[in-house]
DNA sequence: CAAATCTCAGCGGCACTGAAATTT
DNA sequence: CAAATTTCAGTGACGCTGAGATTT
């Protein structure tokens, strides 16, 4: 009696979609983790360099209110990237409670490096759809995110 | 100056999909942990409960691979439902090795509760879409989903 | 005997709270 | 002085690993 049960999950809870998104969510985050392992970078670590590298030098509040993450999180995170050479901080000479970050020229080929991985691990985590479904469900999500901006 | 930074995400990120559907799916996480927490419930204890519901009395192991769980973390979150009466554990009479996980009474009237209570967190949390893209996205869902569990 | 099942101890990612130190 | 910013310490949910005890 050797019950191999994949994986089944209940349909009740499946119905309303707030599960099955959040289990997708936990997949997709999974996947991404995955694809920046390899360089030694956790999500989070990505996610501030392609902010500074798209939106410019900021603040770590600012930095951090782009994200949704709490300041204090953000302190950490910094530290390992600056660390590593891919940031960097100085402080804001009009307020010197602030320091301002900035991605570096090491940062920035760090970060095209992950963006290699993520397109690689899109690919296969897509693989599934075909690109008209795989269109629609980046347009549902961003709906679905600016919604969440609303929320919060 | 006071910059008071919206959530504003780096569309370098953005446009291949995954990370925002990453970000959405913890929204949707925190979502359901809110609609469940009112009532002392976890996300996974109203899982194991709406398994059990739907599927039946099992095993711990088998409990944790259809909701794909470490068998590890089930024991403690059937240790939480057990304590509150939720669910009930018993020897498997055809095998020492296993105990029998069923659903109780009162743990079928909680998870009414909770399946209320996530009814109404849907709503506002899909309420930004109309309703023909709250279904479209549902079944891209659970077309990524079946994705999922190839590849696991 | 090897394998399956349950259990416990521990670690890593992530999100959050509370509070201290400094500066405006 | 109150408020903003950075920082640190701690907590909780969640996923995973490794190992022990029991039974098949």
């Known amino acids: 009696v050797a019950p191999d049960e994949p994986l089944r999950l209940p ?5 309303g979609g707030l599960y099955g998104l959040s289990l997708l969510g936990s997949a997709a985050r999974r996947a991404a983790i995955a694809a920046f392992a390899e360089l030694g970078l956790r999500l989070d670590h990505v996610a501030f360099l392609a902010s500074l590298d798209d939106f410019g030098p900021s603040s770590q509040r600012v930095l951090g209110r782009r994200l949704r993450k709490d300041p204090s999180d953000v302190v950490g995170a910094l530290d390992d990237l600056q660390a590593e050479g891919l940031v960097r901080r100085a ?3 009009a307020d010197a409670r602030r320091k301002l ?4 020229a ?6 095209g490096r992950a963006q290699v991985g993520l397109a690689a691990a899109e690919d296969e985590f897509f693989g599934g759809l ?8 980046q347009r ?5 995110l600016a919604g969440v901006d609303d929320r919060a």
């Open 11 to 15: 349909p009740q809870l499946l119905d």
């Open 130 to 137: 075909d690109a008209a479904d795989r269109r629609a469900l």
């Open 91 to 93: 402080p804001d000479p």
């Open 101 to 104: 970050v900035s991605i570096t």
């Open 140 to 144: 549902l999500v961003r709906a679905g």
């Open 106 to 111: 090491k940062g920035r080929r760090t970060l």
